[in-house]
């Protein structure tokens, strides 16, 4: 059951940070961290990490997530927190055509948590290390007056030809989507509606079996890195590429503005699974309005050549939603019916989040 947190179970054994210092605690939460990237000359334990990137060009992107603005560890377990604050960062690498090689994660937490809770932050942040192939190097850790806060960095490497920034659609240009949308953010509609029924009934259990999907694509999202590998294979480079953390409409819009040319996006196109259909129908929410506006889905979107069409058609990971235009034609949704609406970015902003 989600909504349990091990900082509130009583019967669990605690340790207070303190008894450890600053030092002790992120040698005891990194000791079973190993390099895995001959980049990585020195990690952890010295005053600065040492990499040796050779002729390859550098990435780097960092996020910060906050307790109560980007997570809610009433159902958000700790383990699954740490695995998503590894995925949020290595997403925007991979958005770039890059790979990324190390991370740096630094923490801030108040005193209600003791050294079990941040073992299992960190033991999801290890599962994402081993699955992704990347080296934990550095970080910090302080103290909070406020709960949890991470901050994470992600370095990555990339030949400078297969580089993909967000300013090179042009009109013509297929756009492509991976995966499917809007599944992470009905799956925290779910996770809120249940969290609303446990503070009135603490003994409920909720089944959450039938969302299944969903509340994994909102707790334990995985960055794309499949995609970049099959770019490769197919032999396409794409002309432009964004993640999608805020919706898709917000990410459209962000390539046109980079790129300064318009879009047409067909509302028939965008992928759906079933789940998020149905969920939506239950909640009463427009699915192509989820979809355009729910963010965190953490699939890659961009632009290819229209003479790359044969080379990625039919392929279950990827789906042509539409094609860009003139930049004088704006950015724009073909409905079912065939009309245009113009696109709005009503994604995620953190600094309108209550």
């Not at 992120?26 to 990137?53: P, Y």
Request: glycine share 8%; with cysteine.
């Amino acid at each position: 059951m989600y909504f349990c947190s091990m900082i509130e179970d009583k019967n669990q054994k605690k340790t207070s940070l303190e008894e450890l210092g600053e030092f002790g605690l992120i040698e005891h939460l990194t000791k079973s961290f190993e390099s895995k990237q001959k980049s990585t000359l020195k990690a952890i334990g010295d005053d600065a990490a040492i990499l040796d990137l050779k002729d390859k060009k550098t990435v780097i992107s960092t996020d910060l997530l906050i307790e109560g603005v980007h997570f809610d560890l009433s159902y958000m377990p700790l383990k699954h927190l740490g695995y998503k604050a590894i995925m949020v960062n290595l997403s925007d690498i991979y958005a770039m055509n890059a790979i990324p090689t190390q991370i740096t994660v630094s923490v801030a937490v108040s005193n209600r948590f003791p050294l079990e809770a941040l073992e299992e932050l960190y033991a999801g942040i290890e599962l994402a290390t081993a699955t992704y192939n990347v080296d934990l190097v550095g970080g910090d850790t302080t103290s909070s007056k406020t709960g949890l806060l991470i901050s994470v960095t992600a370095i990555g490497v990339a030949n400078e030809a297969d580089i993909a920034y967000r300013n090179g659609a042009k009109p013509n240009d297929l756009l492509v989507v991976t995966g499917d949308l809007g599944g992470a953010y009905m799956g925290l509609q779910v996770l809120e509606r249940e969290k609303e029924v446990y503070k009135v009934n603490p003994n409920s259990q909720p089944d959450l079996e039938p969302y299944s999907y969903i509340i994994e694509r909102q707790l334990k999202p995985e960055a794309r890195k499949d995609i970049v590998e099959l770019l490769e294979q197919l032999e396409v480079k794409p002309t432009a590429m964004i993640d999608i953390s805020d919706g898709l409409s917000s990410e459209i819009l962000h390539l046109c503005k980079q790129s300064a040319v318009g879009c047409d996006l067909y509302e028939d196109k965008i992928p759906l699974d079933p789940t998020v259909i149905s969920s939506c129908e239950e909640f009463g929410i427009d699915s192509t309005l989820v979809a355009l506006s729910g963010g965190e889905d953490y699939e890659l979107l961009f632009t290819v050549d229209q003479k790359d069409f044969d080379k990625i058609k039919g392929n279950p990971n990827l789906t042509v939603i539409g094609h860009m235009t003139d930049k004088s034609l704006g950015a724009n949704m073909v409905t079912r019916s065939g009309s245009k609406i113009g696109l709005t970015a009503q994604g995620w902003n953190s600094f309108n989040a209550e």
